[in-house]
């Protein structure tokens, strides 16, 4: 079993709609999340980062860490096209001296359509 | 602002032959990763470097060596290819008090091993 789950999709909706992403883990150690948006043939971009539990907003997105339930979510209101990419979970224990290693979760590719 | 450069950007070798990935950053980032992205796997780590002249395995790094020279550059070696290898390799850099303890990545390497 992978220490983090994430539905690869791919995931459809009409542009305006809500968007829900979502990964699982299971390593408890896990103290940072972070979500990266990966456009085609790109490399990934850091869109939002988390520590610990609660809610971070930012501009459309907002990043959820339920650590009780081992649950991280990414909402992007009024979704656009340009919103296309893949989205990868990841998440790292922050050990000193540990190299600050990221787990990331295969990734959800999403699409808005027109 | 160049960020993270990955040379070359694609490549074909045959199996049996050897090449180097290199990975340049001009943040003056003290850690430094190798990734490989294949569908369905995610980002796997191969190997990584906390500074210079220092390297560590990842996840995955058998039929790899790294070298870390000089704190700028990253090379990813592959001594004998193999068709396992074939895939979309990433360099990515961080500073160690980075308070969002997110990755810089390059455009990355399409490579394929016939």
């Known amino acids: 079993q992978k220490e983090v789950e994430q539905d690869p999709g791919p995931l459809s909706v009409p542009e305006g709609a809500i968007v829900s992403l979502n990964c699982t883990y299971s390593?408890?150690?896990?103290?940072?999340f972070m979500w990266y948006r990966q456009y085609s043939r790109k490399g990934p971009e850091l869109l939002m980062y988390?520590?610990?539990?609660g809610n971070k907003e930012d501009g459309r997105f907002t990043a959820q860490v339920d650590k009780s339930s081992k649950y991280i979510s990414l909402f992007i209101r009024d979704s656009q096209p340009s919103d296309s990419a893949t989205y990868l979970c990841?998440?790292?224990?922050?050990?000193?001296?540990?190299?600050?290693?990221?787990?990331f979760g295969t990734g959800t590719q999403l699409k808005v359509e027109l | 602002n160049a960020g993270v450069t990955q040379t070359p950007k694609f490549r074909v070798l045959k199996t049996g032959q050897s090449m180097t990935l290199l990975c340049a950053q001009d943040?003056?980032?003290?850690?430094m990763y190798w990734y490989r992205q294949d569908p369905g796997m995610g980002l796997r780590l191969i190997h990584y470097?906390?500074?210079?002249?220092?390297?560590a395995k990842g996840e995955v790094p058998d039929g790899y060596n790294v070298s870390r020279l000089k704190k700028q550059n990253f090379l990813l070696g592959l001594e004998s290819a193999a068709p396992s290898q074939t895939s979309v390799y990433f360099c990515?850099?961080?500073?160690?008090?980075?308070?969002?303890?997110?990755?810089?990545f390059g455009s990355g390497t399409r490579l394929t091993v016939v």
């Open positions: 943040m003056n980032h003290e850690y």
């Open positions: 990841a998440m790292t224990p922050i050990l000193t001296g540990g190299g600050n290693k990221l787990t």
């Open positions: 988390t520590y610990s539990s």
């Open positions: 390593n408890s150690a896990f103290q940072y």
């Open positions: 990515a850099s961080t500073h160690p008090r980075q308070e969002d303890y997110g990755y810089t």
């Open positions: 470097s906390v500074g210079e002249g220092t390297t």
